[in-house]
T-cell receptor, first 115, second 111 residues
């Protein structure tokens, strides 16, 4: 199994530009999570999908952030317009949700730098 | 508010010693507990999960859970320089999907 795949691995952009991060979860997993990690705040959950449906987006910081999951094998996280404070590592994780045994597997992350 | 507390470290131990990492959590509804290892510049990698009180051993790693004290720990025996990483504690509330992470303890194993 290839694991969770994310692209791009690194993104450098200028303030005001649109940024799109991509994720392919592990085949057969029915839950997908987008996290953001910074030194100050640690790992923060941004949004959670179950069976391609957004269940909880309360962690999305602002309307500038949006996420979609058009099918079971693909998700995007978009930031428009981007700001320097969005600089962080963004992780996608997937799991097969079963009672009491959810184990999340993380992708390699996208390191975003907004200048 | 749900919280996970970890000593940020760094925790330095000599090669071959036992490293002890500790974590306390605030949510009494927590059911499942996880230890993730994160090397610098890499993604978190699950190394242990524990669901019931007591000890769980996997190779050089032992997780210990005490739900009454809201405490979970990770012991690493015969520590190796390759164990140098940040260790993240996380828990999952019963019936929930959302992992709550601590900010991690940085471990340094000195050759």
């Amino acid at each position: 199994d290839a694991g969770v795949i994310q692209s791009p691995r690194h993104e450098v952009t200028e303030m005001g530009q649109e940024v799109t991060l991509r994720c392919k979860p592990i085949s057969g997993h029915n839950s997908l999570f987008w996290y953001r990690q910074t030194m100050m705040r640690g790992l923060e959950l941004l949004i959670y999908f179950n069976n391609n449906v957004p269940i909880d987006d309360s962690g999305m910081p602002e309307d500038r952030f949006s996420a979609k999951m058009p099918n079971a094998s693909f998700s995007t996280l978009k930031i428009q317009p981007s700001e320097p404070r969005d600089s962080a590592v963004y992780f996608c994780a997937s799991s097969f949700r079963a009672p009491s045994t959810d184990t999340q597997y993380f992708g390699p992350g996208t390191r975003l730098t907004v200048l | 508010q749900k919280e996970v507390e970890q000593n940020s470290g760094p925790l330095s131990v000599p090669e071959g010693a036992i490293a002890s990492l500790n974590c306390t959590y605030s949510d009494r509804g927590s059911q499942s507990f996880f230890w993730y290892r994160q090397y610098s510049g890499k993604s978190p990698e699950l190394i242990m999960s524990i669901y019931s009180n007591g000890d769980k051993e996997d190779g050089r790693f032992t997780a210990q859970l005490n739900k009454a004290s809201q405490y979970v720990s990770l012991l690493i025996r015969d520590s190796q320089p390759s164990d140098s990483a940040t260790y993240l504690c996380a828990y999952l509330e019963a019936g929930s999907y959302q992992l709550t992470f601590g900010k991690g303890t940085k471990l340094s194993v000195i050759p």
